[in-house]
């Protein structure tokens, strides 16, 4: 594994101007290494700033994490629009985005061949990371509990909302006691 990218070893802020200006995607390569060299002529007369290929480099890299970003955002929107909060589906969506990029950083950290890296540093980011999967693994489980128990209030509610209406008939229109005896049953109202 090669080193860090000269953008990520940036002052803070000629970094976030440099991601700005990538994902506003307004410039060129050559427009946008010109509009940074005149923005920051002190770290230009240092030699910080970055050549144009390292803008190169980076940008890609840059668009995947923004079009992940996009389209976790997008999801969580479609979610909120469709889902009903009562069962708290944006937290089940998000809970399960989250667990994707886990998977996916453990995987990365395996197939990682990096000769330079500590084996206890190694285990050490996998303890980390099985600590925030446990983590995640409770709250998952904790918001199946409250799905259900959401669920069962749902139906009690509706249960006793047929009852009530199946009580107040009475006898109109030929309906007899055995018959609504008979819908009870089918409905578990008893």
């Not at 940008?59 to 909120?80: D, F, H, M, N, V």
């Not at 009903?84 to 886990?102: H, Y």
């Not at 199946?144 to 209030?153: I, L, N, T």
């Amino acid at each position: 594994m090669g080193r860090k990218s000269k953008i990520s070893r940036l002052p803070p802020d000629v970094k976030a101007y440099i991601e700005a200006k990538i994902a506003e995607g307004r410039l060129t390569l050559d427009e946008l290494l010109v509009d940074i060299r005149a923005r920051f002529p002190a770290e230009q007369a240092a030699g910080v700033l970055p050549s144009r290929t390292a803008i190169h480099r980076y940008g890609p890299k840059l668009e995947r994490r923004l079009t992940a970003i996009r389209a976790s955002t997008e999801a969580a929107k479609l979610i909120r629009e469709q889902a009903g909060d009562n069962q708290d589906a944006r937290s089940e969506a998000l809970t399960a985005l989250v667990q994707t990029e886990l998977f996916e950083a453990i995987l990365d950290l395996q197939e990682a061949d990096d000769p330079d890296m500590d084996p206890g540093e190694r285990v050490g980011m996998l303890s980390s990371a099985a600590k925030n999967i446990a983590t995640l693994t409770r709250s998952s489980v904790n918001l199946k509990q409250f799905q259900a128990k959401v669920e069962e209030e749902t139906r009690k509610r509706l249960l006793e909302e047929q009852r009530a209406k199946l009580d107040a008939m009475g006898s109109k229109g030929g309906v007899t006691e055995e018959t609504k005896q008979a819908i009870r049953e089918a409905l578990g109202i008893i």
